[in-house]
């Protein structure tokens, strides 16, 4: 048995072999940003921190990978409350009924029901510039004009600011909306007129995403639905049109990631584009022997992926991919080899450098997760050496492996971030993978190849025929008992365990990889830290949940709206509430007002207040009152988001503020 002195000095030389310890350091400059996010205040001290750090990687040499470390990750602070304290955001300060709104369309997106707009250039009546957010989204339904990006509009528009989270460690739309500079959101009304139509001497990106949505409109005008939806989300990223029973079931089967642009895409599109013109060059006998043809091939295989990036909308999935794609042509235009996880950390910390935001979405957290731990299996040396493709039976094995890996990685990251997980999206991709590689895939690089001479139908009709296969394999699957099943979510501090020992599993390349994980089972463990609220009240009191008999009820409000749907998933109890208005004794209501659990009341009026004041613990009101003892009154006209309330001796009451911290997003 190794003594103590023994044992450290073993681990200390498996650290110095281990080749993948490298490639650990750039995850320094992310955990500097993921802790900016998980700070309770803007720290305005961290320039200060940056300056001793990098005095202490200076003057240090026995530390000096330590103060190297600690360098990166001020840096990674620094640099993420830097970007943060540029950003000119105008959010709306209240919620306002329909009023004249004009602007100028940034993006349409189709929808299920009708189109959702993002509107710039604003201007709402009633409200000065300063207080009119710089954009907004409004969604439409019903008969609308023909619009087109560029185009200045003037509707009447109902709107609200974006709320904050709804649950505690669930996301927040309003730092989502605040990183995209979007002050305001809600819904417009009919009609929309055109005050000025799109010009071509707009700029290149406007004529771009013109383009885009044109290819949208006729992807969804060519196929019917829902098969168009998924169709335009395959080819445009523009997945919004996809009814949601039909999302609910590709969900159920986790196969919404098959329609989220990323690697399989990328690498068909460049693999197509770059045999297609290596096999042009090989017909022109003097050109295409030359070592110098394949290096041009790389190149014009990279404009043509750059297009296609863009066409996209440069989804966080799609710009992984397309960074590391751009790392193998380039190493292929200068004939040098490129090693797929240094590519994808760089392609991490590049999309980091020109947003941090993306470190908490989703697409981000999933899409890099996934790709890291397949890596990693895939270039084992085990699997290098035993994985062979000469039977079916064994290639169907190979897709089972990569998906049983792809869903391990994920599985806590999807349950933090969406509260559900798919026992049997194993099953699903098993299935689907074959119909994605060689019917899906290949029909998007055809489109495009067939898009210049007008005959990209041909690929849109083919392609079709996966699609079904998709719905019917998702229909199928989401039949299936327990099909989702909704978690509570794991904390933040829980997910970034599980994050840095997915790393430390997947980088490393000696035994010390495998105490990574210890980290991830701790981290997935944090979820028995977390206690749900007895009770939640949105914002003006539209929609109440409480917790009854260890079951949650809404006792207000439609279960059918988008807070209520949050509370469901959140509170693991599925994707509604149940409608409970009685639930005597722990939710009762007359014509003065509602009591929970004996000790919080919701008056109607200043009327009922008297007998609160002397029998409850707290008051919330929309608007303010006083009581003439010390009960505590809240009044939740002023809040945007919703309230949490935790019984004991003490009511312990948080609000969507409380979770966000005192942030820029969160005014």
């Known amino acids: 048995m190794l003594t103590r002195k023994e044992l450290l000095a073993q681990i200390l030389m498996d650290w110095r072999a281990d080749e993948g310890r490298g490639l650990l350091t750039p995850l320094w400059f992310i955990a500097g940003i993921a802790l900016y996010f998980a700070l309770p205040s803007e720290p305005d001290y961290a320039p200060y921190f940056l300056l001793v750090a990098a005095i202490a990687w200076f003057f240090t040499k026995r530390l000096r990978s330590a103060s190297y470390a600690f360098l990166l990750l001020m840096i990674g602070l620094s640099w993420a409350t830097f970007y943060t304290a540029h950003i000119e955001h105008r959010m709306l300060e209240r919620a306002i009924t329909p009023r004249p709104v004009t602007g100028v369309i940034d993006e349409i997106e189709p929808t299920a029901k009708g189109i959702r707009i993002t509107l710039s250039q604003v201007t709402i009546a009633g409200f000065n510039p300063e207080q009119t957010p710089r954009r907004i989204r409004v969604a439409m339904r019903g008969e609308l004009p023909e619009l087109m990006i560029g185009d200045g509009v ?229 699997l290098a050496e035993q994985t062979t493709w000469r039977t079916p039976l064994k290639y169907l094995g190979w897709l089972l492996m990569v998906s049983v890996v792809a869903e391990a990685s994920t599985a806590p990251l999807v349950i933090h971030q969406f509260n559900t997980l798919s026992p049997y999206g194993v099953l699903a991709n098993t299935i689907l993978s074959p119909v994605v590689a060689i019917i ?161 009341a919701l008056p109607y009026s200043d009327l009922a207040l008297l007998n609160d004041c002397n029998a409850s613990d707290v008051i919330f009101m929309k608007y303010g009152a006083k009581c003439l003892n010390d009960t505590r009154i809240i009044e939740t006209y002023k809040m945007n988001g919703t309230i949490g309330i935790w019984l004991g001796d003490e009511l312990r009451i948080e609000t969507s503020r409380d979770w966000q911290g005192n942030r820029p997003w969160s005014d």
């Not at 949208?216 to 639905?225: E, R, V």
């Not at 751009?326 to 994808?344: D, E, H, I, K």
């Open 440 to 600: 899906i895939m290949p029909m998007v690089a055809l489109y495009f190849l067939l898009l210049p001479i007008g005959l990209e139908s041909i690929a849109l009709h083919v392609m079709w025929v996966g699609i079904e296969a998709m719905l019917r394999v998702a229909a199928n699957v989401s039949e299936l008992p327990h099909a989702l099943i909704f978690i509570k979510a794991i904390p933040n501090w829980g997910a970034a365990l599980f994050a840095f020992g997915l790393a430390w599993l997947c980088i490393l390349s000696t035994r010390m990889r495998y105490t990574g994980i210890i980290v991830m089972v701790l981290g997935i463990a944090s979820i028995s830290t977390v206690r749900l609220p007895d009770m939640l009240i949105a914002s003006g009191l539209n929609q109440i949940a409480l917790r009854s008999e260890g079951a949650y009820h809404l006792v207000r409000g439609r279960a059918e709206s988008l807070v209520p749907e949050l509370w469901a998933n959140g509170t693991a109890t599925g994707q509604t509430l149940p409608y409970t208005p009685k639930l005597a004794p722990d939710w009762r209501c007359d014509k003065l007002g509602c009591v929970a659990f004996e000790r919080i």
């Open 154 to 382: 003037k509707l009447n528009a109902g709107m609200l600011p974006p709320m904050g989270p709804a649950m505690p460690h669930s996301f927040d739309f309003a730092r989502y909306f605040f990183f995209r500079d979007i002050g305001a959101v809600g819904y417009g009304l009919n009609p929309i007129t055109v005050t000025k139509h799109a010009t071509d001497g707009e700029g290149w990106s406007a004529m771009w995403a013109r383009w885009r949505h044109a290819l949208t409109q006729n992807i969804m005008h060519t196929l019917p639905s829902p098969h168009n939806g998924i169709a335009a989300g395959l080819i445009t990223g523009e997945d919004a049109a996809i009814p949601p029973e039909v999302h609910d079931q590709l969900w159920a089967a986790n196969l919404l990631h098959v329609i989220a642009i990323s690697g399989a895409h990328m690498v068909v599109i460049s693999g197509i584009a770059f045999i297609g013109l290596r096999l042009l060059f090989l017909a022109i006998p003097t050109f295409g022997q030359r070592p110098i043809a394949k290096q041009i091939a790389a190149a014009f295989t990279l404009i043509a992926l750059t297009a296609y990036l863009l066409i996209t909308g440069m989804m966080l999935s799609a710009t992984r991919a397309y960074i590391m794609m751009a790392f193998v042509l380039g190493a292929v235009m200068l004939a040098r080899n490129v090693q797929p996880m240094r590519s994808l950390i760089l392609a991490a910390v590049l999309m980091l450098i020109i947003d941090p935001s993306d470190l908490l979405e989703p697409g981000f957290q999933l899409s890099f997760a996934a790709t890291m731990a397949i890596i990693a299996f895939v270039f084992s040396r085990d």
